[in-house]
T-cell receptor, first 109, second 117 residues
Framework: DAKTTQPTSMDCAEGRAANLPCNHS???????VYWYRQIHSQGPQYIIH???NNETNEMASLIITEDRKSSTLILPHATLRDTAVYYC??????????FGDGTTLTVKP | NAGVTQTPKFQVLKTGQSMTLQCAQD?????MSWYRQDPGMGLRLIHY???????DQGEVPNGYNVSRSTTEDFPLRLLSAAPSQTSVYFC????????????????FGPGTRLTVL
């Protein structure tokens, strides 16, 4: 599975959009981009995933560049409850789904 | 549905002891996995299973055994506990994707917090 690179931490003002980048320059054609988040010490929670088209659901939007080497998770109106560690994962078959260290997002009032 | 359940929630072991962490899911998911998370770190894959009777190693399998005799259960056994195995252990499950090799979102359990003295 392709390796991902994420910033260690980011801040965002409450009510503003949070844009979390992920670099996956070695991604293969059959690999999807997944995003999860982990609030405090709970189990990770699925957010969204995509292959090459942009995706949107009730939680977030996922923007994948045309060359698929990077992506951005967008939380359109961040709240204090969105403070968490956000993980970007790239994988094809589910044999191995590895998590990196993620980005710690802190939403500030 | 209860989702993914893990027992116990907390456990303290002495070095050299063995124990089994239990994981069960009631969603009929074929894929199940175990991760460990050390303080301030991300999750590392220990073992995974793509169906009953099939298991494989992840990134950090040493010191752990798994088996998958049923779809619902995926226990993780610590053979001889060491302080380096102090961690939070998460179990997860996922449904097989329609394309066969692609899986959908993973559902995680609440974790087991293990301390080895």
């Amino acid at each position: 599975d392709a390796k991902t690179t994420q910033p260690t931490s980011m801040d965002c003002a409450e009510g503003r959009a949070a844009n979390l980048p992920c670099n996956h320059s070695t991604i293969s054609g059959n690999e999807y981009v997944y995003w999860y988040r982990q609030i405090h010490s709970q189990g990770p929670q699925y957010i969204i995933h995509g292959l090459k088209n942009n995706e949107t659901n009730e939680m977030a939007s996922l923007i994948i560049t045309e060359d698929r080497k990077s992506s951005t998770l967008i939380l359109p109106h961040a709240t204090l409850r969105d403070t968490a560690v956000y993980y970007c994962i790239v994988r094809a078959n589910a044999g191995k789904s590895t998590f990196g260290d993620g980005t710690t997002l802190t939403v500030k009032p | 549905n209860a989702g993914v359940t893990q027992t116990p929630k907390f456990q303290v072991l002495k070095t050299g002891q063995s124990m089994t962490l239990q994981c069960a899911q009631d969603m009929n998911h074929e894929y199940m996995s175990w991760y460990r998370q050390d303080p301030g770190m991300g999750l590392r894959l220990i073992h995974y299973s793509v169906g009953a009777g099939i298991t494989d190693q992840g990134e950090v399998p040493n010191g752990y055994n798994v088996s998958r005799s049923t779809t619902e259960d995926f226990p993780l056994r610590l053979l001889s506990a060491a302080p380096s195995q102090t961690s939070v252990y998460f179990c997860a499950s996922a449904q097989t994707g329609t394309s066969g090799s692609l899986y959908n979102e993973q559902f995680f359990g609440p974790g087991t917090r293990l301390t080895v003295l």
